[in-house]
Structures are given as structure tokens and as C-alpha cells.
T-cell receptor
Framework: GQNIDQPTEMTATEGAIVQINCTYQ??????LFWYQQHAGEAPTFLSY????GLEEKGRFSSFLSRSKGYSYLLLKELQMKDSASYLC????????????FGTGTKLQVIP | DTEVTQTPKHLVMGMTNKKSLKCEQH?????MYWYKQKAKKPPELMFV???????INESVPSRFSPECPNSSLLNLHLHALQPEDSALYLC??????????FGPGTRLTVL
């Protein structure tokens, strides 16, 4: 099975930087995704890590350490529209299509 | 066309009704997914179709019946549902091992 942990809620200030952590335990690891989900909407893809290190994409970066079972999503220059839930999702054993989502971190950006 | 569409957006049904949810994508993706998402919870995988064949069934009750008529369409047939089945039903598609693209979902209420 898989166990994925994220903080439930975070609050950060507009213009600041926030780091959302994700730890996971899985019997077989084949990649980690980060998705953003605004309330009442579908998740949208942010990033994908399969090798150790940092992936940067504009204001968003994601880091992975496979040996530590740890990832984080870094959001820079926060904007009010970044208020959303951020879901860490792990691709484990069972085929590339089987992705398990963490419980998500609800981020509130305040002025 | 880079989107996944779902109909209807909202559905209210009684426990004795039969209804269907529909999902369509024209991105040429060969994998399509059904997820169930309860409020403040992450999406939970229900079914995966790969190349129009059912490849994953996450022990979903038989009152949910998936169907993949062709590579662009995915249906979820509903029969004799329970009130606890009320949730947001998300369809997604992906190309091989890449990220999943989600549709906007169908919000289902079972009375």
C-alpha cells in the first residue's frame, strides 16, 4: 500500500514564498505529481518528478528525494489566485496508470 | 483540443434510478480514468481503461459500471446507488505515463 502525508492547511502572504511538503511511503515508486485544485473545480497538473532534484517551472518548483520519501512544492511571488488545494500524488506499483493522491494541502493566500 | 469534457455537470437521482455519466477527450490519449471525490478529500481511483480495455478496477461496487465505447469516450453507468455515493465524479485521460488531464466533473447527489 501507500501512505502519503501533507499538512492539512497553510496560510501565506501575497508576494511571499511558501513550501508545501509531502512525505510518502510506497512499496514501489514510479514518480510523483503535484496538482492544484481550486474549490469546486478539477485538479490541474503542476509538476512531475521521477528523479531526485529540483524541477522549476515559472513561479512553481518541485523537489524530490527518493531516498527520503520526500517532496516539496515551492510557490514564489504568491498571488491571491494561488489560494487552492495542492495535491501530492504518487505513482506506485500496479502500472503507470495507478496514481494515489495525498489528502491535499489547502493554501490560503492573504493580502 | 486539450480538454476533457464531462456531462452532465450536476445530477440528482433517486436510489432506484438508472443514469449515466459521460466523458470525452480528443487528445488521442489511450488511458482514461474515473475518480470519485468526496468533499475535502482527495480523488479516489475507481476504474482505468487502457486502449479501450478495463485495466484497473479498484474493487468498486457493481452498482457502478464503466464502459469505453471507443478511444475518445468513457461512460459510467449508475444503478441502485446509495446516498453515500453522492460525490464529485471526475474523468481524466493521459498519454502513456504522462500527467493526467481532468474534466470538470459531475456533481452527483443521490436522494
Amino acid at each position: 500500500g501507500q501512505n502519503i502525508d501533507q499538512p492539512t492547511e497553510m496560510t501565506a502572504t501575497e508576494g511571499a514564498i511558501v513550501q508545501i511538503n509531502c512525505t510518502y511511503q510506497t512499496s514501489g515508486f514510479n514518480g510523483l505529481f503535484w496538482y492544484q485544485q481550486h474549490a469546486g473545480e478539477a485538479p490541474t497538473f503542476l509538476s512531475y518528478n521521477v528523479l531526485d532534484g529540483l524541477e522549476e517551472k515559472g513561479r512553481f518548483s518541485s523537489f524530490l528525494s527518493r531516498s527520503k520519501g520526500y517532496s516539496y512544492l515551492l510557490l514564489k511571488e504568491l498571488q491571491m489566485k494561488d489560494s487552492a488545494s495542492y495535491l501530492c500524488a504518487v505513482r506506485g506499483p500496479g502500472g503507470y496508470q495507478k496514481v494515489t493522491f495525498g489528502t491535499g494541502t489547502k493554501l490560503q493566500v492573504i493580502p | 483540443d486539450t480538454e476533457v469534457t464531462q456531462t452532465p455537470k450536476h445530477l440528482v437521482m433517486g436510489m432506484t434510478n438508472k443514469k449515466s455519466l459521460k466523458c470525452e477527450q480528443h487528445m488521442g490519449h489511450r488511458a482514461m480514468y474515473w475518480y470519485k471525490q468526496k468533499a475535502k478529500k482527495p480523488p479516489e481511483l475507481m476504474f482505468v481503461y487502457s486502449y479501450e480495455k478495463l485495466s484497473i478496477n479498484e474493487s468498486v461496487p457493481s452498482r457502478f459500471s464503466p464502459e469505453c465505447p471507443n478511444s475518445s469516450l468513457l461512460n459510467l453507468h449508475l444503478h441502485a446507488l446509495q446516498p453515500e455515493d453522492s460525490a464529485l465524479y471526475l474523468c481524466a485521460s493521459s498519454q502513456d505515463s504522462n500527467e493526467q488531464f481532468f474534466g470538470p466533473g459531475t456533481r452527483l447527489t443521490v436522494l
